[in-house]
């Protein structure tokens, strides 16, 4: 059992690096600054879910401090860029 | 690596199913945010992403981890209700942006 669990591991992380290389192609080729800003924002959960595997990986727990502090970090700068986009200034 | 002693079925195959769920959904949401045409289509990506791919390893996360330490482990809860908070108001406020961009 032990064994598979290594495998699918290896198996998400995969897929979370090949989604991670989609959203950068977004984020490269998208036409529109939205766009641009939604494909950061996917590449931050992606993020997130890679920190989580390797956490489940290692059997460590400091790694799930570190996705909240990811999350965290993610909304905060979707934010800004949204508001940035709509008003043209961040603080007012 | 991982080091618990043998791992039981009743443990190890809802977190392999999960873990497959979610990594396989979020790579449908990446595939749906680079393929589809439109920007009002694309934005449905990156929301099965969070709630579904994400969502899927933080459960197979919370299992394992309360087995192994055989109490119930808190983080992930927090982690849980954090992106289950905020994803909706940061694809809200980027749909706003981009509709109030195109009246402009």
């Known amino acids: ?92 | 690596m991982i080091t618990a002693e043998q791992l039981p079925a009743w443990v190890g195959v809802p977190v392999i199913i999960f873990l497959l769920l979610g990594s396989l959904l979020t790579f449908i949401g990446a595939l749906g945010l680079f393929r589809l045409p439109h920007f009002y289509q694309r934005i449905h990506g990156p929301a099965v992403m969070v709630t579904l791919g994400v969502g899927c390893v933080l459960i197979a996360s919370i299992f394992l981890f309360s087995y192994w330490q055989s109490r119930p482990v808190i983080h992930e809860w927090l982690i849980t209700l954090f992106i289950f908070m905020t994803a909706p108001i940061s694809a809200m406020l980027i749909m706003r942006s981009a509709k109030y961009r195109r009246k402009k």
Do not use: H
Not at chain 1, 22 to 47: F, H, M
């Open chain 1, 1 to 92: 059992m032990l064994i598979a669990l290594e495998y699918t591991l290896a198996f998400a992380l995969g897929m979370g690096a090949l989604s991670m290389l989609l959203c950068g192609a977004r984020l490269l080729i998208g036409p529109s600054t939205q766009d641009r800003i939604l494909a950061l924002d996917a590449l931050w959960v992606c993020t997130l879910m890679l920190v989580l595997l390797v956490g489940i990986r290692l059997g460590n727990e400091l790694y799930f401090e570190l996705a909240m502090l990811i999350a965290l970090l993610g909304f905060v700068s979707t934010m800004a860029l949204a508001k940035f986009l709509m008003r043209g200034e961040i603080i007012e």
